[in-house]
């Protein structure tokens, strides 16, 4: 079964209120198994725009990440994220078929 993931493009404009919703994102991640694929690190943009946070979460497969973004556990998280970012978030289902070379 392929597995989820969310990908989120971010500006933070207050870092100290962001740190509010890093803890609240805690128990929702923590609930749906979710883990850090990418989490702001150095970074290129290559072609297009980007912002200047990247993340990738990992989840156990696609309903799970579609069940944790809805859940009461993030949206409360998300009310600290609002007041204190700008971003994008895209929920994708991963490929989990024949690979170049196979």
């Given at each position: 079964?392929?597995?989820?993931?969310?990908?989120?493009?971010?500006?933070?404009?207050?870092?100290?209120?962001?740190?509010?919703?890093?803890?609240?994102?805690?128990?929702?991640?923590?609930?749906?198994?979710?883990?850090?694929?990418?989490?702001?690190?150095?970074?290129?943009?290559?072609?297009?725009?980007?912002?200047?946070?990247?993340?990738?979460?990992?989840?156990?497969?696609?309903q799970t990440a579609l069940d944790?973004?809805?859940?009461?556990?993030?949206?409360?998280?998300?009310?600290?994220?609002?007041?204190?970012?700008?971003?994008?978030?895209?929920?994708?289902?991963?490929?989990?078929?024949?690979?170049?070379?196979?």
């Open positions: 079964m392929a597995k989820g993931y969310w990908v989120a493009r971010v500006d933070v404009s207050d870092p100290d209120a962001y740190q509010e919703y890093v803890k609240a994102n805690a128990a929702a991640f923590s609930k749906y198994g979710a883990r850090f694929i990418v989490r702001a690190g150095a970074f290129e943009t290559r072609e297009g725009s980007s912002r200047s946070r990247n993340v990738v979460i990992e989840f156990p497969d696609y944790c973004y809805d859940s009461p556990e993030y949206q409360n998280a998300m009310s600290f994220r609002k007041a204190a970012s700008t971003g994008d978030l895209v929920i994708i289902e991963g490929y989990d078929g024949p690979q170049p070379g196979d």
